[in-house]
Structure formats: structure tokens, C-alpha cells
């Protein structure tokens, strides 16, 4: 079963919690023993005596690993993989690392246009910044810089390094920073010619599933398809990675473009085996850290279902996906379109941050206040809007609230 561990897990914060549940079971906590219950698979004789080995075993469970030593064996591959973008000291960057830094996604609340175009001001105030290292040429896609310093150092195609010690591929995939369709393929494929390797990727805050240099490619996720979008040539640089290795079965690629109702991704992921690829690197290295394919499908399955995305769960059946089980919602206008959800935001709230013109128009038509403030930012929807880079559904509310 799939991983559940906390942001940048240790071997000593998890071995000081299975001391504490010890303790707790001990003196009898009732959360504790329920924990003990819920995941020991002999809840009934640990709990006669209950030694450490025991509430290791529990703590493991709990984090979705089959025992301890599983649990281990995990943090060992981790400690080598894993890397926290928001840990690095940008302003202590040299200007080719701080380059890069700016140049690409990292996955957390600092992602937005105005970094890449930051970093495309720095390329153009100094040209000559890309020569300086492998990974900056690779973040602006310069081919020809890329070319010259793998041709005088052919291992530096797969070479970690830059702030965020990531392969070339990685910052190329990643990277936001303005290039042209032929330069980004061109780079590519000469740092693939070169031994780079088309399933690089890195464990984020420790975390499994990998972000892998495809997972760059199509990019979306949590924060919305402004701040973090896909590539600008996404079509083309994920089908020359798949079709030079890259393992179709990427599950942080599915759980980052499944919030919208494009298939693009699915499509072109198919089209390459994704439906019965056996296994891939990620899944032989990280095991039960790791989602199983029946996992990850239903997730998407149950996504699909309770965003009324039919059109998903047709794809999905024609590839031979179980989607029984399910009930597709149906799309409600709500009644109120004032009503709050359990954040307190409303209905217009999440269409601003959607970029849905079509729905903002009908909340606004039917009464919904563009001035409501939910209860956990505080904000009103246009600031939704405006923090989601979704400039036309923010000027829409903006020249609303003037009327």
C-alpha cells in the first residue's frame, strides 16, 4: 500500500514515536491502544506487555508499510533522494544556481509566473550565465552551451547539482523559463544521447511517489494550472522521453493532472503502454511506499466520479480500468449561491479560483456576493483569483465589485 508519511521523515523522529506510542499504550491512552487496534495485525497480544518491537510494528502500519524494517529500508533510499525545495537559501545563490532556483517549478507556494520571468530578465541581463554550468544551460534549454560542455565532460549529461541537485533533465523538464520548441527538444534529446536518464527523478520532502522528470513535463497540481503549469511544449518533450524510456506508469503525473478535466495526459500516457506496463524503476525501488497500480487507478476512478468527469471514465474503461463501484455526480448550480463550505468559502470563491468565467457569470447572476471573505484566508474570491495568476476571472470580479 501507498506511503503516508509526514514531510521530510527520519529514522530518529519515527523511532522516538514508536517510544511514545509505547509509553502512551502503557499507561493506557485509549488513542494509543485504538491505534494499536486499528494497525497491529495481533492488536490483542501486543497489548500484553506491548514492547517496543511492537510499537514499531504499529507505527509502520500506520504509515502504510508492511513492518518495520520495511519502513527502514525506505528511509535509507529516501535519505538519498529526497530534497526540499523550500529549504534552499536562494539569496545566498551564486547567479547561475540562483538561475535555476528561479527558472523552475518547485512544487510549493512560491511558484508563480513572476519567478520565470525573473529568471528569463536574468538570462537576457547576462546571456553568458548558461555556460556556467551544465544544469543552467539545461534550465534555459540552450542547446548549444549544453553541447559544448557535455561535449568537454560527457558525464555531465547525468550529473546532480545546482541548487537542487537535480540531473540536467530534471531542470530542463521542470523549467519555465522561456525557450523555443526546437531548442527544449534539441536539448533533450542531446542530454538523452549523453547517458541522461529519461526516469530521473527525486522523492519530494521524502515523500513517495517521485517527481519525476515527466511529472516536470505535464506539470498542474494542488496549487492550479497558473502557478504551476504544464510545459509549454509539454506534447512533445513527454512523447520524446517516453519514447527514449520514460515509464508511462507516473503516478505523481496522474495525481497532478487529475483535478481538471483534461485527458491529454492520459492519452498521450496510453498511446505508450501506460495501461499494462509492468513495473517500473520507481515502483521495484520504493515497493510498498509506493502506491499499487489498483491504488492509483481508483483514485483517479473516484476523482473522475465525484467531479462528474465521464469523459475520464470512458478513457479509463477503454483501457480496461475497473470503474464499477462509482457513482458520476452530476454538476449542481447550487441553490444559494451564497452557501459555504466547511471553510467557509462559496461557490464563487472556487470558480475564481478555477478560471470558470462561464460559472463566475452565473453565481453573480443568480446573487452571489463577490465580497464574501472565507473563514480560512480571509479573502474574497477575486483574491482567489489573483493568488491562482487567474488574471481574466480576477478582472471579471474586479469590474464587478465596481457596478
Do not use: K
Amino acid at each position: 500500500m501507498a506511503s503516508s508519511l509526514p514531510d521530510n521523515p527520519s529514522l530518529p523522529r519515527l523511532r522516538d514515536d514508536a517510544r511514545s506510542l509505547q509509553r502512551l499504550v502503557r499507561a493506557g491512552d485509549a488513542d494509543a491502544v485504538g491505534s494499536v487496534r486499528r494497525h497491529h495485525p495481533r492488536p490483542e497480544r501486543a497489548l500484553d506487555g506491548f514492547a517496543l518491537h511492537d510499537a514499531q510494528l504499529t507505527v509502520a502500519r500506520r504509515y502504510g508499510f508492511t513492518g518495520w524494517p520495511a519502513l527502514v529500508r525506505f528511509l535509507g533510499t529516501a535519505a538519498t533522494l529526497s530534497i526540499d525545495p523550500s529549504r534552499v537559501d536562494e539569496g545566498a545563490l551564486g547567479v547561475a544556481d540562483r538561475f535555476c532556483a528561479l527558472a523552475v517549478l518547485h512544487y510549493t507556494d512560491v511558484d508563480a509566473p513572476p519567478r520565470w520571468a525573473a529568471a528569463d530578465e536574468m538570462c537576457e541581463a547576462a546571456p553568458d550565465l548558461t555556460s556556467a554550468h551544465v544544469w543552467a544551460a539545461a534550465a534555459a534549454a540552450d542547446a548549444r552551451a549544453l553541447r559544448r560542455i557535455v561535449r568537454d565532460d560527457h558525464a555531465a549529461a547525468s550529473s546532480a547539482g545546482g541548487p537542487l541537485r537535480w540531473t540536467p533533465l530534471m531542470y530542463l523538464c521542470y523549467s519555465r523559463a522561456t525557450a523555443s520548441c526546437a531548442d527544449t527538444l534539441d536539448a533533450a534529446a542531446l542530454l538523452l544521447d549523453a547517458g541522461a536518464d529519461p526516469n530521473a527523478g527525486y522523492l519530494w520532502r521524502g515523500m513517495a511517489p517521485p517527481f519525476t522528470a515527466l511529472t516536470g513535463v505535464f506539470g498542474e497540481g494542488e496549487q492550479g494550472p497558473r502557478r504551476q503549469p504544464r510545459h509549454p511544449f509539454c506534447t512533445e518533450l513527454a512523447t520524446l522521453l517516453l519514447d527514449r524510456g520514460a515509464h508511462p506508469a507516473d503516478h505523481q503525473t496522474l495525481y497532478n493532472r487529475m483535478f481538471r478535466p483534461d485527458d491529454s495526459h492520459l492519452e498521450l500516457l496510453f498511446a505508450h503502454g501506460l495501461a499494462d506496463a509492468g513495473p517500473g524503476p520507481w515502483e521495484r525501488r520504493l515497493a510498498d511506499a509506493i502506491e499499487t497500480r489498483e491504488q492509483m487507478w481508483r483514485r483517479q476512478v473516484q476523482w473522475a466520479a465525484e467531479h462528474g468527469f465521464s469523459d475520464r471514465l470512458e478513457l479509463l474503461a477503454r483501457h480496461g480500468i475497473d470503474v464499477g463501484g462509482v457513482t458520476v455526480a452530476a454538476p449542481v448550480f447550487p441553490a444559494d449561491p451564497n452557501d459555504r463550505d466547511e471553510n467557509g468559502a462559496t461557490a464563487l470563491h472556487h470558480a475564481a479560483w478555477d478560471g470558470d468565467l462561464e460559472m463566475i457569470g452565473r453565481l453573480l447572476a443568480a446573487g452571489a456576493d463577490p465580497g464574501a471573505v472565507d473563514h480560512r484566508f480571509g479573502t474574497t474570491p477575486q483574491q482567489w483569483a489573483e493568488h491562482a495568476y487567474q488574471s481574466e476571472a480576477a478582472a471579471l470580479l474586479r469590474a464587478h465589485s465596481r457596478r
